[in-house]
Each structure stands twice: as structure tokens, then as C-alpha cells.
């Protein structure tokens, strides 16, 4: 299955988790990457990934901050020229940090707030232009199952993936005439390095984290199941799919 041949994505949060994973599935369906992310060290694991699958002659990475403009107009701009355009945007970086409310400095909850929200707005504004040249571009988002549910110690984050979720429908509508897409996936549930060390406070209540446990599966789904779901939004399978968000938590929150 070659969805994406000739098709120019870009990635962010491509050094690890859900969004190295995605890497991977479009360069497997012939997609030209640029593959954007903070850490230079995971960067170098998804060439390395690309590579043993024989797809790194599609792959083109950045590192950038995504919660610093200069880092996003340099790095993103950049990576977009590179592709010579671009079709579809995956804003899979973020963070995940725990404390309780009444503990949390704003020091913290600025830093949160950059990377995933700010970061989000900042990658979409730099990318909007060439997506809508492309006339059929897509943006996929990333909010979460915190955006609807009570997710305890995650006061910050929660806040982010709500704003991602109503970002998302509002660029949906602005655009959509203009051939834009917007979807946002609610990943829960999912192992990856976010969320094997939230960092949760040590006088954590353990029954409140229990609910936040998957019901169908054998415990938490890896990055790929969530990839899947992104390749099929982002490509013509998902042309009909727009301004509203698709949970993949395996019956977390049924």
C-alpha cells in the first residue's frame, strides 16, 4: 500500500515515540519525510530505522525547538524548502509532566505550555502557507484523552491537549475551503518514553492512576497502533475527515 507516494510530510516529535513511529509507517508507504525533533541522539535512531528498512532516500531530519519561533521559522522553514512543499503536517511533539496543582510553579506550567501548545500553533503557522499551496494539505494534531477526561497531577497538560483539540477545530473551518484538512488523534494508553516517566508526585494516590488503564489488548499499545491511525487520516482514505478527533486508548475511557 503506497498512500503517500510523492506526497511531502512533515513530522515533529520524530525522534522517539508515536512520532518516530509515524516516520516509519509513511516512509513504508512512500512518503518524502522531514522528520523534525529536539534531540539530535533520536534523530539519528529514526535515520537508523530508515535506513535498515531500505526508505532513508526519503528522509530528511531537523532538529528544532518547536517552542522557540526562531528554532521553527530556521529549522521548519527550512525542512519545508527541502521537500520543495508541503502536503501534510503531523505535530506529534510534546511533553508530559506531572505534579500536583496546588505545587505546580509557573515556571512549569509555562514550560508545558510552549512545547505543546505554543510549539503546536508555532509548526502550523510556519506550515500553513505551503500546505495551502498544495491545495489538499493536512494537519494532524496532537491532543489526548486528557482533553476530555480527568487525568490526575496532569493539570498542565490536560490544558494543552484541550487547547490543541479547539485549535484544531478552529484552523479546520478558517481553511477548509482553501482544500485544508484538520484532525487531532487522543492517544492514551500508549507506551512510549513520555509515558514510562510522567514523573508523578511520590505521594501518588494509586487508585486514581488505576483508571487509566486500557481494556481490551494485554496493557499499554505500542507507537505503531497509533501510527496506523494517523496514516489513514492523513491520507485520501481520511478525505472526508475533518475538524474533529479520533481516541485511541483501547477502552480506557468507554
Not at 511531502?8 to 518516530?20: K, W, Y
Not at 505554543?118 to 491532543?143: D, H, I, Q, Y
Not at 486528557?146 to 479547539?166: E, V
Not at 485549535?167 to 500508549?190: C, D, M, N
Amino acid at each position: 500500500m503506497k498512500r503517500f507516494e510523492g506526497r511531502r510530510v512533515l513530522i515533529t516529535g520524530a525522534g522517539s515515540g508515536i512520532g518516530q513511529a509515524t516516520v516509519a509507517r509513511i516512509l513504508e508507504e512512500g512518503g518524502i519525510v522531514a522528520a523534525a525533533d529536539v534531540s539530535e541522539a533520536g534523530l539519528e535512531v529514526t535515520r537508523e530505522r530508515a535506513a535498515a528498512a531500505g526508505t532513508a532516500d526519503r528522509l530528511a531530519t531537523a532538529v528544532v525547538d518547536i517552542s522557540n519561533e526562531d528554532s521553527v521559522r530556521e529549522n521548519i522553514g527550512g525542512a519545508i524548502k527541502g521537500l520543495g512543499g508541503l502536503d501534510v503536517l503531523v505535530n506529534a511533539a510534546g511533553i508530559l509532566r506531572a505534579s500536583h496543582t496546588d505545587k505546580t510553579t509557573l515556571e512549569f506550567w509555562n514550560t508545558v505550555v510552549g512545547v505543546n501548545l505554543t510549539g503546536t500553533f508555532l509548526v502550523t503557522r510556519e506550515a500553513l502557507p505551503a500546505l495551502l499551496e498544495s491545495g489538499k494539505g493536512v494537519v494532524v494534531n496532537f491532543s489526548s484523552t486528557s482533553a476530555h477526561f480527568a487525568h490526575p497531577y496532569m493539570a498542565a497538560y490536560a490544558a494543552t491537549k484541550g487547547g490543541i483539540r479547539s485549535f484544531t477545530h478552529a484552523i479546520a473551518l478558517e481553511y477548509a475551503k482553501q482544500g485544508l484538512r484538520a484532525v487531532a488523534v487522543e492517544p492514551g494508553s500508549i507506551a512510549s518514553g513520555m509515558t514510562s516517566a510522567p514523573g508523578f508526585p511520590e505521594d501518588v494516590d494509586p487508585s486514581l492512576i488505576g483508571k487509566l488503564y486500557p481494556w481490551i489488548g494485554d496493557g499499554f499499545a505500542p507507537p505503531e497502533d497509533v501510527a496506523g491511525v494517523i496514516a489513514m487520516l492523513a491520507s485520501d482514505d481520511g478525505k472526508f475527515v475533518t475538524g474533529t478527533e479520533i481516541r485511541i486508548d483501547g477502552g480506557t475511557h468507554m
